[in-house]
């Protein structure tokens, strides 16, 4: 019975500010996908690396775990979709802001290489990877700071208006999911134990500036009527 009313829930959610969610998801794309491709394209006159940490020795290199990987990509939609109001989904926007222009700046100034070998074996989702994505934004993970903000969000729209009530078994699931997505950048050598770290701090603080534009009055009238 839970699951069913989190399913109605979810789908009363996601078909609410559909207008704003879609111009929100595209503004973001753009202002994610842009700078993000620019800085990695950007000639490098000064690059620099890391030496293995224990853990990155420990964990050795599996191109399968590319399906954690890019999980993500279902990840970082799923907040701003189940938003019931504009004040979260602004508080979403500034929040994502936080996470990535730091990030951005650091790539830009400080470009890291990262683990992953010269040569990508024959595992063709792996080798789209890493077709699009070139090894050098590497310090603070990117992937682990988004997917830490996402969950924390996630999970505080959800608690904002008791939707997590009866559903306590969605944390564990939410965090599991997001320990797996940060193993995998690991795995497939994308990052550095070292990028991990800062990426978290990132998150969480791009989850309480989210937090704090989001709040408002715990009843939503856009999911009435």
């Not at 996601?14 to 969610?21: A, N």
């Not at 590319?66 to 993500?72: D, E, H, L, P």
């Not at 019931?84 to 929040?95: F, H, M, N």
């Not at 595992?123 to 924390?152: A, C, E, K």
Request: glycine share 6%.
């Amino acid at each position: 019975m839970a699951i069913v009313t989190l399913m109605i829930s979810f789908f009363d959610r996601v078909r609410t500010l559909i207008p704003h969610k879609i111009v929100l998801y595209l503004g973001l794309t753009v202002g994610i996908c842009v700078p993000y491709r620019y800085i990695q394209d950007l000639p490098k006159t000064t690059t620099y690396t890391f030496f293995p940490t224990a853990l990155d020795t420990a964990i050795t290199f599996d191109p399968n775990w590319v399906w954690a990987y890019i999980s993500i990509s279902l990840l970082v939609p799923l907040g701003p979709a189940l938003c019931v109001t504009k004040r979260q989904l602004i508080g979403y926007a500034y929040g994502l802001a936080v996470v990535c222009i730091p990030s951005f700046v650091i790539f830009f100034l400080f470009p890291v290489e990262g683990p992953r070998p010269d040569v990508a074996p024959h595992h063709g989702v792996y080798q789209l990877l890493v077709g699009l994505d070139r090894n050098w934004n590497s310090i603070p993970s990117l992937h682990v700071s988004l997917t830490m903000f996402s969950i924390y969000f996630t999970l505080s729209v959800l608690n904002a208006d008791n939707s997590l009530k009866g559903s306590a078994w969605l944390r564990p699931i939410m965090w599991t999911w997001g320990a797996i997505v940060i193993y995998s950048t690991l795995a497939t050598k994308q990052h550095w134990a070292y990028d991990i770290p800062p990426a978290l701090v990132l998150g969480w603080l791009g989850y309480r500036v989210s937090k704090i534009w989001s709040r408002e009055q715990k009843v939503y009238p856009d999911l009435q009527g």
